[in-house]
């Protein structure tokens, strides 16, 4: 089978906000010890909604470029690149656009729904509707296994298994392929390889999935197997075929969910998000303004936090001993309002010092943020040349 790989992308399409910071990045920034990753910058995907306004697309990039650096993304661990730096995405993305049924791509909830809520943009486009598209090219040219993503995104990594299996069903046939599979199955041993085919056909047969996840298992603990076996059984479950790319898993982003400014998401739209590197007088003032329970009127009234986008966010940036004080205190009107704020002021701040301080040397000198994304483009493009070459193989274009 394929090594673990962990493929994610963000769109540039404006500043990026402490909501992206506890929404997505640190999930990023833990997994990056943990197992190889791929970052980019979807400059792309940008495109499809902010084709007309392509200024704000450069700008965002390497903003955001800098703002992963300076939450700690570790261009020493993760391997971080630009989208269209890497034109083997589009090249997949096409391949892959003979294959796809349109229905697929008409049907996915983020298409209409996104057609709706942003009337304001004509979303009526081509590129638009092979948006989930071009995202199954993004993860699947790298053979990810794991794709960290939101709620949202869910469907879309649905989408790309069936791409993916599609693909290897129509193109992964190899001469001989049964005779290879069959051989493979005597190797796991009598009891395993009974229990493989029973699997197998309960599976084929019945479409049962419980089945096919176990004998998907069993493969994975199967030590006597070398790889190529293992990936022949793993194709040979599903038809008479061999994994040319690899369906990768939707990995969701642990829920730290941080509200904006006034409880609702954290949102540039919205006008209620703190940008990741905002200067403190400013992330000071924003929290100092912030609505509170409209009940506390006067200093005096109680109030409720539970009614409070400030107790949101303590639950976010306070321990224990913090939030006790802050239900009693707003309960029975001990403590004002600027006074509740002003842990939350602390710890913002607190966090933000050093991704300003990390950010300082990039903002010195721009060739270094350059340096690092040329270096990540180049391991990038390595990677996804390799898949390119199975790929144009299988689907009958490798004339040279
Ligand atoms: N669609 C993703 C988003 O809006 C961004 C994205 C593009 C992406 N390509 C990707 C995410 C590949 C994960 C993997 O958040
Ligand atoms: Fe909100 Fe704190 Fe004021 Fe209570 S005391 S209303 S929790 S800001």
Excluded at 212 to 238: P, V
Excluded at 343 to 355: F, G, K, N, S
């Amino acid at each position: 089978m394929f090594p673990d790989r962990v493929v994610s992308g963000m769109r540039p399409t404006g500043l990026m906000h402490l909501g992206h910071y506890h929404g997505a990045l640190k999930n990023w920034i833990r997994l990056q010890s943990e197992l190889p990753c791929l970052f980019f910058v979807a400059d792309w995907h940008a495109l499809t909604t902010h084709y007309d306004d392509p200024a704000i697309i450069e700008k965002s990039t390497w903003d955001m470029v800098i703002d992963w650096l300076a939450a700690g993304i570790d261009p020493s661990q993760a391997t971080i690149f630009i989208q269209s730096r890497v034109p083997e995405h589009a090249e997949l993305h096409l391949l892959l656009s003979m294959a796809t049924p349109l229905g697929w791509l008409e049907r996915a909830p983020t298409y209409k729904d996104q057609i709706e809520n942003l009337a304001t943009r004509d979303l009526a486009t081509y590129g638009f509707l092979g948006y989930p598209l071009l995202q199954a090219a993004d993860v699947l040219i790298y053979r990810a296994t794991q794709v960290p993503v939101g709620e949202d995104q869910v469907p879309h990594i649905e989408m790309m298994r069936e791409i993916a299996r599609r693909f290897n069903h129509l193109y992964g046939k190899e001469p001989g392929f049964e005779q290879k599979a069959l051989a493979a199955v005597k190797k796991l041993g009598s009891k395993r390889a009974r229990l493989y085919a029973e699997l197998r056909t309960a599976y084929r047969q019945e479409g049962d999935d419980a089945a096919l996840e176990q004998a998907q298992a069993l493969l994975e603990e199967a030590g006597s197997l070398s790889n190529i076996d293992r990936e022949r059984l793993f194709g040979y479950l599903e038809g008479s075929h061999k994994l040319i790319l690899v369906e990768p898993q939707a990995k969701l982003t642990e829920a730290s969910r941080l509200p904006g400014l006034d409880g609702r998401k954290m949102s540039k739209s919205y006008g209620n998000a703190v940008s990741l590197r905002e200067e403190p007088a400013s992330v000071t003032k924003k929290i100092r303004t912030m609505p509170t329970d409209p009940a506390r009127v006067h200093r005096s009234d109680p109030g409720d936090p539970l009614k409070c986008p400030v107790w949101q966010l303590h639950e976010v940036y306070s321990d224990r001993n913090t939030q006790d004080w802050v239900m009693k205190g707003c309960a029975s009107a001990g403590i004002g309002c600027l006074e509740c704020k002003q842990p939350v002021v602390d710890a913002v701040l607190a966090e933000q010092e050093p991704m300003h301080e990390r950010a300082q040397q990039y903002l010195d000198d721009p060739t270094l943020v350059r340096a690092i994304v040329a270096d990540g483009c180049e391991k990038a493009r390595r990677l996804a040349q390799e898949t390119m070459r199975d790929v144009r193989e299988a689907m009958g274009l490798s004339y040279w």
